[in-house]
């Protein structure tokens, strides 16, 4: 027979479980059902924190893996149809965008004798090279400007420095026509702009960017005309900011935000209302370790990427 002690410690713990902020889904209109991961015909193709790019015009996919120095492209079932870059002539390649007319824009990275150049290729269907887009103009307070990330919206060009938070908007042409100092904006000195960075970035469909803090918490939308508008609240409870990855919106205003530590895809209205948040940190078909970029195209499908060699997962979100 147990002591008094020893039931008394046994429920001491079974009061502490209880209070522990578990990660359910909220209860709300949204909802987000695992579909599958995307995949080639000997299954699920692995990749760790992979760049995802919707190209919605033509129902595909693509999937830019630094690490293989690789982009894959996808059908809108989720399965690869091609892929380019391995053969190394493109260079290191970080990121992929999709022009309007079809054109694959490659950001890629060469070594030359003063460090590294970055480059952006412009490509045909089958990734071959065709020309490079030069760019041109930038100012001064962009001399040291390394682009991690390419978007591409409207025939124009959003190149962004994760690291020292600038983003430069060119056209197609390579002329620069705006350029954005988020720290600078954010009231950031140097030492917090040195030690903090961005980690998402995307574009919506209204040309404002949104882009994520984890250091501090918060997803931010900016605005074309430089004006911010912020939400997060840290914490482990639905809706919290853990450590928070990509972000992405939809063309219904719905903002999406990734939460590493906890392994969820967040929901959140245009108004930043919390909605519901789906995914949860696992191993089984449907849980996501380390969630990071995010893409949306215009059926509802949310694609994931992950760590641990997990690939993409992709879910389908239904918001009444």
Known sequence: MKSKATRASLMSIVVVLLLIPFSNPAMGAAKGAYLYNLSNFTGPIPGSWVEITVDSANNEVYVADPSERLVRIFNESGMEIYSFGDDGALGDIYDVAVTGNGDILVLSYTPTEAGRKYSIIRCNFRGDPVSTIEIRDLPSQFSKFSPRRIFCKEDQLYLVDKEAMFVAVVGSDGLFKQGYDIAGLLGFDEKKRSNTGIVGFSVDNKGNMLFTIPFIFTAYRLSPDGKT????????????????????????????????????????DKDFQFQTEFGYWGWRPGNLISPMDLAVDNKGRVYVSQSARRGVSVFQVKID
């Open 229 to 268: 508008q912020s939400f997060g609240r840290p914490g482990s409870a639905p809706g919290r900011f853990n450590i928070v990855g990509g972000i992405v919106s939809d063309d219904r205003g719905y903002i999406y935000v990734t939460d590493k530590l906890r392994g969820v895809v967040m929901v959140f």
